[in-house]
Each structure stands twice: as structure tokens, then as C-alpha cells.
């Protein structure tokens, strides 16, 4: 294998579209996010595999016993609006160099397929359970920042603190030095629990920019089950002391 | 020395021979089976060392007071049934890409023999002490995965819990990539002892599924010393209170 | 990207530059120093921006919500006195191999300017809240060594213990090797806290060696900041027992 | 710099060189036996300075208050009896690859000056004070076995256990590839402070076997130091308790 190994299955022809990135990150809410598109548009094509040393060393074991190596995807998704190039995947690079370089293998893939902007999708830890789900925003641009903002998007000062790290963040830093125009957005969430609710505030932003529709019934339903999972460790702090957020290991 | 440096110590003919690797790992049931076929087939001829910058940087001391680098070693080995090339040794790699290289290179003396099938050997926790010892498996395509079925494997949904890491779990990814079709064996283990019981379960499935025949002394060898070991520990913890498995470190 | 990507954003011809750099490091010594230029002299030009895979991967999200990668900036200097080619940024590289790589990119760059003598500017920690701001040196070379202690920096036997690390130790190390004279000024600072008092103490060397002259208002500014916010730690601190230095954490 | 840098300061001839290695390790054990060759041998002469990225990115100060970046040396050695050619200095390598191309690196000048034959020095740990010093051995090859046990050094089953990592081990691994009979003399040592009587008990062995005659008067006054140290830890630990091994920290 070479340092990456990116793996041909489809070549569809996709009208400007839109690089969506959804990797694993704080409350799952851009992966989050990424599932969910790929199980609401039923006709999501998988058109690459992309492979690399830099991923760490391990095969995922299916439902039906068969592995896969760590990877990541992209899909082509057909909206009403838009078309969607999706990136998703279970990793994030083990080093330094392996995120920048990573990165960049990502952005050939889109370029190649005519991306002209992107969107990485992240959370942005609060450390409490959250009421109102906000949508914090950064790009890398001024024009993409009003937009964001018209759409509801939050744009506070030294937010996210220390920056945003791993392929997220560099999708922003790389894109920029390839003139791709791209935003991240970052659904607040406690950072203890895989948070769907965060995930679907991000999606309503989304939806609005890119200018597609889908429905929240899967999300809606990760989001009761986690409502439950929240609940049932609420009952089980509420013996002798009343329970604290801080006690919240994440779960998900 | 280049990145690998792949030693030749000979060169047979093996007909269709299946690549098996027990290389260090949870319980060192791989490695225990590598070592138990090595001592039952007393005609295994060393074929293949490899040394690499990716192990460690150390060398054993033998016995003798003469040094070995850290090295994985392949032999041939001839049995009734089928010819096996067993891949053995005392490290893993020691960083990301050095797995992938290293299984790489691996794969590559595989191909050079004729491999067209390969078998990773391996453990899975649970742990707890084990009276039962089932195998469990994944694979890179569904008949295997019937036909070990049929060996009394076990396919079990989200286990291994993360996969499979390390050269184990790059055989089946890498040996996918170039279409060999691999399995993985991983014995149950309570995953803080070295578990020559989890090794003979895994044994007894190889064969089968293989091809070969082997006796069990050494291995029940092992396993009685082990009885000893185990022995010792719970009567040590037996004083006040009743010993639990979680006391138990990882000995061997 | 590169393993190195030099952004070119000015090239002005300057008459003799040194060298002067500030990067991140115990009390943020060289960082302050490297800033208070930068706010002093206002019409200071971005000459180059260097982006590296050695970085960590991430963006800074500046105040208008546009995002910056990780990266170190070059900044021409013209003072009353000598031309400064300034040094400075947020990072340090994330593993051995970067650091020895970046510095030499920084050489690279410097000696494109014309840069015949280089200043390596940070912090020697002494554990304790600080009185007399003593500078201590470090130089490639004897004459310097005489020369900065005419200026009254002070060189001690075994200061800083176990060397300096860094980008500042290997423009010391690297600068040897391509007769670039340079000297290391380190401010003695607690190391707990970001120190102003000890940036200054440094800059006064700095611009009786280099030969310019500097006002002291937005260093003396953030020294009024500090000194509050040592204040507030200390009354919190004084209940029951009275402060020790050792309890104050690093802030800033 | 390239990923080595090996600076030449002279190019004797030498007379069929033995390279002795002394980098820091366990007791410091190797590098108090080659800090002692250059103390007694006034005329060694530095003929190789190795710099590398392998090595920690810093700089050393020197008393004079200059610098000199990590490296290590080659000093030609020349004795009543053999030539020497001595490698000392203050680092390993950082990174597992970097342990194997260093001491590459090293055996090529190695070669260059003629080397047939190689001694790693180091030491061994105990964990307990130590009366007699025992020098254990591992050697790539029987006769060379043969005569250090000739020489009074033990070769015991499973010492060192984890075998000999850095430098010195692979001096034995890559040495034995190139045909160079290569040995480890391993003093005895607690493991908790810098130990200049183990350090004589292994210059006693490698005279013998090396065959050339050297004073121990600097080494001597070390050991003396050295029991005042530990003189006064144990009267400090001598209050309350009996004072145990295991509270010794590592000293020197």
C-alpha cells in the first residue's frame, strides 16, 4: 500500500457540489450529521474509499463478520438542491503530519469531483447539558461569515478556545491556500454524551446554506435514545446526592 | 540497513501453502500457537527473517549469551495436510505506519511463497477466568465466514469491541486489498494471563479448517504450569477477603 | 502542501537585518518581546508566512471569525537604528525531527534576507516570584559571549539546566553551523505566569545590542494586567494560610 | 542539515580500531567509562562530530557560555596497547527509527576508520545497593562468549531481561549484519544513581580483552563523591525509619 490509497468505485458527474465533512469529533456531531444524510437520501453513491498509513492500524468487524479497514468515504449525494460531496469515516490521523497530509488526499479527491466549497461539520464542547442548541461558526472568509451569521450562525470571540484541530480545522487552513471557500460549523454540546439534538441544529444550518431538504426522523430518534440513556443516568446519581453534569462520563 | 531488510535462510517449494501469523498479542494465544507448531513439527525450517525500523530497538539475549535483533521470523512448515508458512516473532511494530509497512512487507514474502490464503491468530479478552473457551472470528469475505461457521466459530455482532489492531487486523485489511482471502481466530482469554487453553482452542479450529493434524503435549504442558500459577495467586489473595479476577495482573 | 509552504507577501530589500526571535516558551518571554515590536512599530511588514506539516494541525479562529493555520510569520522591522527581520508565532513543532527541519526553513529564509547575525529570545524559569529581572545568555561564540556580558546579561555555569530546547536552542545550534553568530537572552521569569517585567528586561538588552530605540507603553500595560491578576491570586490564596509560589498555576 | 550531519575534525590512521561505545544509559555506566578514556588519554583526538534530527532538538551550554548542539563524538583513542576509536555524548536517539539509522550512521564511521571489532558499554540494574560489581555480558557470537567469560564476565540466562534497547543494542544487531564481532559489557549497577564503581569494573574487563593499560585515579575520586551522596541521603533517611533502596531516586 502506498501512503494513501484512494479507492475508485464510482465516477458520477456531480453539479458544483458542496464537500460536507463529517468525521468522528466532540459529541459525534458532525458524524452525526454524516450518518444521517447517508440514511435519509437512500440513493447516497459511494464513489471513493480512501486508505492510509496515517489512519490508525485496524480493521472494523461488521454485523456479519467481515471486516473493513480503517478508512474513509465519500459519498455523492443527490439533493432537491444541491449536490452533496459527503466525507465520513470512523478515524482521524495518529500524528502531526498524517492530519495535514490526510487533508490534503481530501482535498484532491474534491477538487477532482469540482468542489468549489466546503463545509466541515464539528461540536463545540460547553461542559454542561444544553438547553438551546447554538450553531458557533468560522471561515475563511468575510463573506461567509455574513452569510453564516444571517443564518443564525454565532461567531464569538476566542471560540472555539485553542482553535479548531485535526481534519476539521485543516480542511479550513488547506482549503483556504487552495481558494476553496469553507466554513465550519460547530454545534454546541455538552462534549459527555453523543449528541443528536447538537447534531440536528447543525443540520437546520446546513440545510439553509447548502440549500437541500431532508427529514429529521432518524436524528429524532438517536435523540430519544439518548434521552433515555440521559435520563437512566440521572436516576442512578439520585441516591443519597443529587447528580452533577461533571459526573457525566461520555456515552453514546 | 534499508526501512526492511528481508534475511533468506532458504527457499523450499511449498504447495499452496497458508500463511498462519501468531505474533504477540492479548493472552499471547497467537504466539503461543506459532510456538507450540514450531516445537510439535520439529522439521520447520526457518525461511525468512525479517528485520525492520520499525520494531524496537533492541536486541533479545539467548540463552547462550549471543544476541538476536528484534525481528519477525517465517517458516516453513510441513504437515500432513496442507503446507503452512508461519510467521512468528517477539514484536509488533511501534507506530501507525509502521504497522501498515511492516504487514506490508509481510504480505510481500507471502505472495513471494504462494500464498493465496492466510489465517491471523489472536485473542480476545473478556475479562474474567474462562471455563468455556470459544473462538471468535471475522473475515474478509462471507464464505469464510460460513465455512468457519460450520468449525464452530463464533461470529459475534460488535466483537471484538474496536476491531481488530496491530498486524492481525492489517492482514485481513491489507490481504483484502490484494485478494487473499484471510480470517482472523481469536481465542477467549481473560486477557491478564498467558493462556495456553485459548491457544488450543484456536489450534483445534486451525486444524480443522487447515488441514493438518498436531498433538497437544506442549501445549498441556503449558497449561498445567499455568494451573500452578493461577493456583498460587488464588491462594495468595485468599486471606481475608475472596480473590476477585480483577486483582489478577497479566502473568505469564 | 509541502512539508514547507513559504508564503511570500513582501520582499523588501533590508540593510544588514538580525535576526530576532519570539516564539511561545516559558513566561511567553520571547512571544511578549516579539509582539511589543510589533505594536510599537506600526508600519512593520509581513514579509513571509511559513506553513509546515510540523505544526500542529489546527486554525486559529481570529476575531472577525475567520480562521488562520498554524504557522510562523516573518515581519520586516525598520528602527531608528538596525533593520529586524522578526520571528514569531504561535507554534513549536510537534516532534524532534520538526523542530531541527523548521529551524533550518527559518535559516533558509533569514539568510535570504541577508541575515548575518540572529537573537533567539525566551524565558529560564525560576520557580519563585521574581524581584530583579536578571537577563542570562547563551552564544554561539565568545566574542558575543563578551559583548552581551558588557550589556549585562549574565552567563552562569550550568544555566538553564538540560540546555534549551527548541526552535531557540537549535537557531543557536544550526546558526553554528552556518556561521551565523547568534545569541540566546533569557528573561528569568517564575515560569507560572506570562511576564511582561521579563520581556522588558530582555528587550533592554535587545536594543543596546541591536542598536534601536523602542518605547516600553503596551509592555508596561500588560505588566499592570499581571500584576492584578498576581494580586487577586494572592488575596484568594489568603485565608487560612498564607500563599505559597509553588501553589500559583500557570496564567496568563 | 540532512538527517545526518558527520563533521570531520581530523583523519588519523588507526591500527586496527576497536570502537568503544559509551552513550548515557543505565549508572551512566558506558559514559563514565568513556568520560574516564578521555580524561587519562590527554591525546585523544576528536575526529568525527555527529549531528542528527534524531537526536532531542537542543543545545547544551557550555561553562564559557557557549553552545553546542546535541551530538555525539568519535574520539581516536591511541593506548600502550590497541587503538581506540571512542563514541560518547549525551543522547539517544527520540524515535525507535531513529535508534537504527543513528547507530547505522555510526557504524558507517565506524568502518570508514577500519573497525573490526566493537564493545557497547552499559549497565545493568539490580535495584539494590551493590557490593561486589559483576560484569554481565551478550555477545553476537560464541568465541567471543568464550573469552569474556575467560575474562571473569557472567553470561546468565534472561539478563538482561527486555534485552539491551538504544544504541547499544543495536550496535550488537546491526554490527552482527555487518560481519562485525560486536560485545556488550553490562556493570552491575542499582539503577538509582550514577555509578562510577561499576564503571571500574567494567574499564577492568576491557582493558583485559581490549589490551591496553589506564589509571583510575579520576574514576576513583567520582566513587568517592559518590559515597558522600549516598552517605547523606541515608543519614537524611535515617530518622523515623530504616532507610529502604527503593526510596533512593536516581542521582548523580
Redesign the interface.
Known amino acids: 500500500?502506498d501512503e494513501f490509497?484512494v479507492e475508485e468505485h464510482a465516477d458520477p458527474e456531480l453539479e458544483d457540489p458542496v464537500l460536507v465533512e463529517g468525521l468522528p469529533g466532540v459529541g459525534h456531531v458532525g458524524k452525526l450529521v454524516a450518518e444521517h444524510l447517508l440514511e435519509e437520501f437512500e440513493d447516497a453513491e459511494l464513489v471513493r474509499r480512501v486508505?492510509s498509513?496515517?489512519?490508525?492500524?485496524?480493521?472494523?468487524?461488521d454485523?456479519?463478520?467481515?471486516?473493513?479497514?480503517?478508512s474513509a468515504e465519500f459519498h455523492a449525494v443527490r439533493t432537491d438542491g444541491a449536490d452533496i460531496l459527503l466525507l465520513s469515516g470512523d478515524h482521524q490521523?495518529?500524528?502531526?503530519?498524517?492530519?495535514?497530509?490526510l487533508?490534503?488526499c481530501f482535498l484532491d479527491v474534491a477538487e477532482a469531483f469540482g468542489v468549489e466549497r466546503a463545509f466541515a461539520l464539528g461540536g463545540v464542547p460547553t461542559g454542561e447539558l444544553i438547553e438551546e442548541y447554538a450553531v458557533v461558526?468560522?471561515?475563511?472568509?468575510?463573506e461567509q461569515?455574513e452569510e453564516l451569521e444571517a443564518a443564525g450562525v454565532e461567531?464569538r470571540?476566542?471560540?472555539?478556545a485553542?482553535?479548531?484541530?485535526?481534519?476539521s480545522?485543516?480542511l479550513?487552513?488547506?482549503g483556504?491556500?487552495r481558494d476553496i471557500p469553507t466554513a465550519?460549523l460547530m454545534g454546541e454540546t455538552s462534549g459527555y454524551l453523543v449528541d443528536p439534538k447538537s447534531a440536528r441544529a447543525v443540520l437546520e444550518v446546513l440545510q439553509e446554506v447548502v440549500d437541500f431538504e431532508v427529514g429529521y426522523a432518524s436524528l429524532e430518534d438517536r435523540a430519544e435514545e439518548m434521552e433515555e440513556v440521559i435520563k437512566k443516568i440521572q436516576e442512578m446519581e439520585q441516591g443519597p446526592q443529587t447528580p452533577s453534569d461533571e459526573d457525566l462520563r461520555y456515552i453514546g
Chains 1, 2, 3, 4 share one sequence.
Do not use: K, N, S, W
Open positions: 500500500m490509497d486508505y498509513e496515517h489512519f490508525p492500524p485496524q480493521v472494523a468487524v454485523d456479519d463478520g467481515t471486516t473493513t479497514m480503517a490521523a495518529t500524528d502531526a503530519p498524517g492530519h495535514y497530509r487533508t490534503d461558526g468560522a471561515a475563511t472568509d468575510d461569515v461567531f470571540e476566542d471560540e472555539p485553542g482553535g479548531i484541530v485535526g481534519v480545522g485543516l479550513l487552513g488547506l483556504e491556500r465550519c
